[in-house]
Each structure stands twice: as C-alpha cells, then as structure tokens.
C-alpha cells in the first residue's frame, strides 16, 4: 500500500508551534514518518523539483522530488487507528524552522533525564532530510556537464600542416548556463544547513559568480555555508571523475552514421586559461560564472587518411562527461 498523506487541521494547537496533522502507513513506524513529513511539509514548505532530461531529443528522465528543510522538534499521539489497511495517527508535531546551528538537534527539557523517543524523532526527521536534500542535489546534477555549459560552434576550416596532411579546425565558444547557475543557487539555499554569524563560523562554503546574460548588471555573488561535510564532499564529487566535462567531437554521413566520435579535454580544464570552477581545499569551491572559453578543436587527418572525406556530412561539438568517451585526445 502506497503511503497517504492527508492534512486534517491547520491551526495551531495550546502546544507551541505545533500544528495537527496525520499519517498513515503500514506500521506504526511508517505513519509515525508520514506525519513527520507532512507536518515539515506544512510549516516550512515544500520545493518540488520537476526534472526532465532530454538527451537526443528522448525524455529520458521525469521524476517529482520533495524536499523540505525542517526537522521535527516535539510531537505527541493523540489517537491510533489500526485497521487492515495499516495504521493511522493524528498528532500534534512541533517543527523547527531554522537551519541547523552549531549540529544542534534539541535541547533538553530536563538536565539529566535523556529524552529518548524524542531524541530518536529528531534524529530519523534530520537524516531524512539529509537524505531528501541529498537527492535533490543529485537530481540536479544528473544534468552536469550536458546542460551547465553552453557551446557555440563556428565555421569549420579545412587546413594543412606542415607536413602537409588535412586538418580540420573547428573553433567554438563555451561559457556556464545561467539557468543551469540559477537552478544550482536555488538548490544550495534549500540545503544549506548554517549562517555564519560574527562568533559563528561555517565549517565549509561554496561561492557562485554569475550574470544573467539579459541583464547589463555586473552579475552577483552567492555564498552557501555548509558544516555537514558529507553533503559538501558529495557536492564537489559531482565535478570530477566520471562527470568530468569533455568536448565530444562527431562527424556522421549522410545516413547518420557516425565516421569519427572522440572526445577532448576543454582548455579550462588544463590550464591554458583560467578555471571555470576551482576544487581547492576539501572545505570549499567556487564556481567562475562569467568566465568564458573560446578555442578550436583541430582533427589531424594525415595525408593518408582513414576517413573517407566524401563521407562526411555533419560535424557537431556536444559538451558530455567523461563517462561518455571512449577516446579522449589529450591537447
């Protein structure tokens, strides 16, 4: 059975901040969760994520995620229904709105007594959270590097070298997309779990410069601050490794069949101009906006070559992850 979650009363109760709600679920457990989350839902507000992929003009992703940035600070059970179609609780729940400071969950009522299941509610509502917020990074991320940059393809040439074997120069021109920029600000807000005050200090942070390219404004500065070190290392892996952004060539005939498909690194990446993004230290990153790269992409076919050039019919630039190549030429 799928888990409801239905809102029954929207007032606030005689306990403070508290709001009524219920859950349903299979066990006891389950409907005690649901009502969690809708109370955190109700309270905090909900940010829906619709995301949908389109590579090769096929819808290949379309998924709803729910997040919500609140954790649960006090509840209680008013009733409990259970019935064959599971278990069914009303509660009043008291949710905290505020980001997580200093890794405070609770503070005590009672200086010695340990309040366990409390402790316990508090706990299951922040790891889900977590975990929540979690996928809404890497839903977002499922994007990285095909839709984050955008890539202008000029005229080809067709050239010589000095020893006089054919070479095609493709130039072009990369630089970030901003919505893709926007999106990634919007979702570091909702999972960002601490604000630095002046004797308050964020274990890690993550700075964004960007411009909306319809703006004539100079472009902005976002800071994230981060102390969950879990979520700042899943974050900054998303940017390496197999994600790592490549430049794919594709030269396809007339019946669209592929005659060369190679991939090459861009020059941001290698040091002939400055970075789009830095890694630096494990506690932060910083994503370069407005930076630009303009180059070419130069195939060496030889003298002799294999390519039958009468074949050729479309040359394309495409941005794709590493994990999408299977030959890489090095500049």
């Known amino acids: 059975m799928k888990a409801l979650l239905v809102v029954w009363l929207m007032f606030l109760l005689p306990v403070a901040n508290a709001i009524q709600v219920s859950g349903q679920g ?97 706990l299951s509502s922040y790891l889900y959270e977590k975990s929540t917020g979690d996928q809404l990074i890497d839903s977002l991320f499922k994007q990285y590097p095909y839709n984050a940059f955008n890539i202008k393809q000029e005229p080809y040439q067709f050239k010589h070298n000095p020893m006089r074997g054919a070479v095609i120069v493709i130039p072009y021109e990369i630089n970030w997309n901003y919505q893709f920029l926007s999106a990634l600000n919007d979702t570091l807000y909702r999972v960002e779990d601490v604000l630095p005050g002046l004797f308050k200090k964020a274990t890690s942070s993550i700075v964004i410069e960007s411009k909306n390219p319809n703006n004539l404004i100079l472009g902005k500065t976002d800071v994230h601050y981060f102390n969950d070190m879990v979520r700042m290392q899943k974050i900054k892996e998303n940017f390496v490794g197999l994600n790592d952004p490549r430049i794919q060539v594709t030269m396809t005939n007339s019946h669209n069949k592929k005659v060369l498909n190679m991939c090459v690194y861009p020059n941001f990446l290698t040091g002939y101009q400055r970075p789009f993004y830095r890694l630096g230290r494990p506690d932060h990153l910083t994503i370069f906006g407005n930076e630009k790269e303009r180059h070419s992409v130069k195939i060496e076919l030889g003298k002799d070559t294999s390519i039958d050039l009468s074949g050729i019919r479309y040359i394309k630039l495409t941005m794709v992850a590493n994990k999408d190549c299977d030959i890489i030429k090095r500049r």
Not at 63 to 68: H, K
């Open 26 to 122: 299979k066990t006891f457990e389950e409907a005690k969760h649901n009502g969690f989350r809708t109370a955190i839902e109700i309270t905090v507000g909900a940010v829906v994520a619709s995301e949908r992929i389109i590579r090769n003009d096929i819808l290949s992703v379309n998924e709803i995620l729910v997040y919500s940035a609140g954790f649960i600070d006090n509840y209680k059970i008013n009733s409990k229904e259970v019935s064959p179609d599971g278990v069914f609780l009303l509660m009043d729940v008291s949710v905290s709105e505020n980001k997580l400071k200093d890794f405070l969950l609770s503070k005590p009522k009672n200086v010695v007594e340990f309040e366990t299941e409390r402790h316990i509610a508090q």
